[in-house]
């Protein structure tokens, strides 16, 4: 008799909760078809007192309600998810910019486990895990029947083991095994310098807590170093997972004096948003260039959608993941939370990136050619003994020192160089344009 009183205790707080979550209040008449709800959870209820009572072993409670919580939601998107308590902290970790795993974002698309991009400098970057990386196997385990934050959970762990994934990758008939030594994440979001006088490169890696922050910081910098106000900025989106909402938004922020940034729309009064721009530390209006590619999502695409509506920068690169809904994360009294996809977010113009992606204004391909080796360019000025005349123009000339700050990553870096080409002719075409007048 305890053990029935037990389960039917736990049958009404189920009953309870789900009533209250899909009603959103006890006041109103129930009409015959929403009691169908509570029917269909008697189902629920037999299932679990069944298992207890015949199951060939005594299962724990709370396993067997974290498995059907589990269950309701992998019939839904595939942002959705429960976090057990130990997943649950290990998130709000992350956001914080560090971890321990392998440094890589993963997603369910069609049904697979797939990579959205590996995180920068982690050990999955520089075994060439790449976007789209579809992980079939998890140490030799195989992954068609695991879910999103499980996958994550065994791919997390103590610096210094070891994790083996298998990957599909488009192109590769065989399968690619990579070992992984499992270390720290730490991630940097937000990486400037200098590329020449005058012209800056900012990458923005994932959307933390401080991004914005960094982001002023790093802004304040460059204009600090760069001798006259900058000609032109380089901003890189690219294999960016996204991140924070409100982060994506302050860094739109920066880059424009007003109008709309985002604004979200779902089935809720809470779920309908708008965000809008403040003239507060605008930046100047230099022109702007972002580079996205497939791995550029969420929070990033957020970003490149604005700037792009607004007429802010021009988007180089190729089409965008398209991950263009927003995740709710709902605590729970345990420890352990919900991840609920609680809307969809449209750009200023009202476009819905959701499985869309933003399409780049200057469609440009990466083709990066690490063993290609470039002849280096020989002029007059640099032969032995050349006539030196005093009509040459060096105002654009960049010197050895200057030169050094283009790696060989730089270089076959092809749309970082045709980004750094078109603020260079902006510059040019503006020149122009002021002799004409």
Known sequence: MKRKRTVTFVALLIVFSVGLLSFGGMNRPVSAQAESPYRELSLFTDVLSIIRQDYVEEVDMKALLYGGIKGMLAVLDPHSSFMPPDIYKEMQVETKGEFGGIGIEVSLRDGFLTVVTPIEDSPAFRAGVLPGDRIVAIDGKETNDLGMMDAVKILRGSPGTMVEIDVSRIGSVDRLSFSLRREIIKIESIKARLLEPGYALIRISAFQEQTDNDLKKALLKLHQENDAALKGLILDLRNNPGGLLDQAVKVSDLFLEQGLIVYTEGRSDQSDMKFTAHQTRTEPNYPIVVLINSGSASAAEIVAGALQDHQRAILLGTRSFGKGSVQTVVPLADG???????????????????????????????????????????????LEHH??????????????????????????????????DLLKGWSIFNRLEKGAA
Request: aromatic share 4%; no cysteine.
């Open 387 to 420: 006539f030196k005349s005093d009509q040459i123009d060096r105002s654009d000339a960049v010197d050895e020192g200057e030169r050094l700050r283009f790696t060989e990553q730089d270089q076959n870096d092809i749309q970082l160089m045709r980004a750094l």
């Open 336 to 382: 352990s939370a919900l991840r609920l996809t609680t809307a969809l977010y449209y750009t200023p113009s009202g476009r819905s990136i959701q499985a869309a992606g933003i399409e780049p204004d200057l469609l440009v391909r990466q083709i990066v050619a690490a063993s290609e080796k470039r002849e280096p360019v020989i002029r007059e000025q640099d």
